[in-house]
């Protein structure tokens, strides 16, 4: 026989095997059976929290949960560690003897997750509570949330601050900020990696950008996170502010922390992402005050209607039905007590003469007169789409607002367990178009402790979401304290591209 003939049997041998071993491994559902890209479970989440106080009589809460799903549950890790403390700009080189002596005790997990469905909690008093790093993986990645959640009852931004961990990115809008003389506002940059990323922070204010070198290569060390005082950053004092930050190399988590001496004070998380329609879901019946603020980061100028979506429908503020904006400035508009009495959620589109120019907003809402005044943001939200998560609510004091925006849809809220104990509560809603729901929460039975709210969208158009917490009496010192947080789609699924076995790649 000759060699060709030999190589021939040869191949067709080896086309035998590998055609035999696909067709075994191939599954029998799935994207490679159906040829459909299909939706798969996440394998790991990252998460991020930054420092919640430099004050010494701050409390904090934190708290983290991942849902029930349909994954295995069998195996899985879900934990948060502390992040080194930097300064910005620091070369955490200087730092590198002492932290390999603390590494050991950094690793150690600070709040673990154990299974789906229960929430767990851990509590830090004073200025020493850290930011931290978390990373889940396996069955206890889809989904996972967490929240800090801490309060004070003296000093500049006294009051309630609610900030959702977040996962790293590289590039975040902050309508809302301030260097005005009564604020001081934080921006925190945390890095979840093993090595150093850099950032740059670009200020927009009235009149547009502002000249300022020193929000240039911001240097953030590695699994550290760096606090930056805005006002560093620019010589003028600027009532209303819209920072841009991009990390240049390298992933961070973004968050500004915003404290008033008269007003209290808050986290103002990131916008989405620029788009030419925004939602700003759930700003509370009893505002006193809404400042809204908005930016067009492209070049063309942005004419947008403001409607106020409420229980019974919709409705534009009077004098303030239109907002025009110019590019690359921030515009800032008062809107006083648009509310009225009811829960409401102002929706910016485009005007019928404008094209879809894309933006950034958030508002500022103050509830209470005088000095008793206290503040929370609340910037426009990402859609819940399949399912979104927030934790730490408590019995009382929880509230959660549903917005449909354009059609109508139907949600199902599941409360879980408490972090003491209790058994998981369900509820479907219908949220009418153009309108903004206040649920009726359904609680867990022989709640103990705090628990996690789950929206998933059943049905209909997009939903937007909110929940609000307050604290009142002697906790607060008399003062009616709150934070507000968006609930967005946890991306806790991720589509697999349809795949099969190919045997041409066999015969090149």
């Not at 503020?317 to 025009?324: D, F, K, S, V, Y």
């Not at 990402?382 to 009382?396: E, I, L, M």
């Not at 509820?427 to 929206?455: M, Q």
């Amino acid at each position: 026989m000759k060699r060709t003939t030999l190589s021939l049997i040869a191949a067709g041998a080896a086309l035998a095997a590998v055609t035999s071993v696909a067709a075994v491994a191939a599954p029998e559902e799935g994207p490679a059976a159906t040829g459909k890209a299909a939706q798969q479970p996440v394998e790991r989440t990252s998460l991020l929290c930054p420092a919640p106080s430099s004050s010494e009589l701050a409390e904090t809460t934190y708290t983290a949960f991942t849902p029930k799903t349909e994954v295995s549950a069998d195996s899985g890790t879900a934990a948060l560690v502390p992040a080194a403390r930097s300064l910005a700009g620091k070369d955490d080189k200087d730092d590198k003897d002492g932290e390999d002596g603390k590494k050991g005790e950094e690793e150690k997990p600070f709040l673990a997750v154990k299974k789906q469905g229960a929430p767990v909690t851990a509590e830090e008093n004073g200025s020493g509570a850290p930011a931290l790093i978390g990373l889940a993986e396996g069955s206890l990645a889809p989904g996972w949330s967490a929240q800090q959640t801490t309060h004070f009852t003296a000093g500049a931004g006294r009051g309630l601050h609610g900030a959702v961990c977040s996962a790293p990115d590289t590039d975040f809008w902050f309508p809302g900020a301030s260097t005005a003389e009564d604020r001081s506002d934080y921006l925190h940059l945390t890095n979840p990696d093993d090595a150093a990323a850099v950032v740059d922070i670009e200020l927009y204010g009235k009149d547009g950008a502002l000249d300022s070198e020193v929000g240039e290569g911001i240097q953030v060390p590695p699994r550290s996170s760096v606090p930056v005082l805005l006002s560093t950053l620019t010589g003028k004092p600027q009532t209303n502010l819209t920072v841009h930050v991009t990390a240049r190399s390298g992933r961070v988590a973004a968050a500004v922390q915003a404290l008033d001496q008269k007003v209290g004070g808050d986290w103002l998380t990131p916008s989405a992402e620029p788009s030419a329609s925004v939602v700003l879901p759930g700003i509370p019946k009893d505002a006193t005050a809404v400042r809204l603020v908005a930016f067009a980061p492209g070049s063309a100028d942005a004419d947008l209607k403001v409607s106020l979506a409420g229980p019974n429908g919709s409705l534009s503020p009077a004098g303030n039905e239109t907002l025009h904006l110019k590019s690359g400035m921030t515009t800032a508009v008062d809107l006083a007590d648009v509310t009225r009495g009811e829960p409401g959620s102002l929706v910016l589109t485009p005007t019928g003469d404008s094209g879809d120019t894309p933006v950034v907003a958030a508002v500022r809402v103050i509830r209470g007169k005088g000095a008793e005044q206290e503040s929370a943001f609340i910037p426009a939200a990402r859609p819940v789409g399949d399912r979104a998560t927030v934790t730490g609510n408590g019995a009382k004091g929880t509230y959660l607002a549903l917005t449909a925006p354009g059609k109508a849809a139907k949600v199902r809220v599941t409360a879980s367990a408490g972090t003491g104990g209790g058994t998981a509560a369900t509820k479907t809603y219908s949220v009418g178009a153009g309108r903004t729901l206040a649920a009726d929460i359904p609680l867990p039975d022989s709640l103990k402790g705090t628990y996690a709210l789950t929206v998933e969208t059943v049905s209909g158009g997009p939903v937007h979401a909110s929940r609000t917490l307050t604290l009142s009496g002697a906790a607060a010192d008399g003062i009616s304290m709150f934070t507000v947080q968006n609930l967005t789609d946890d991306r806790g699924t991720v589509t697999v591209p349809a795949a099969r076995p190919e045997m041409g790649v066999l015969l090149d």
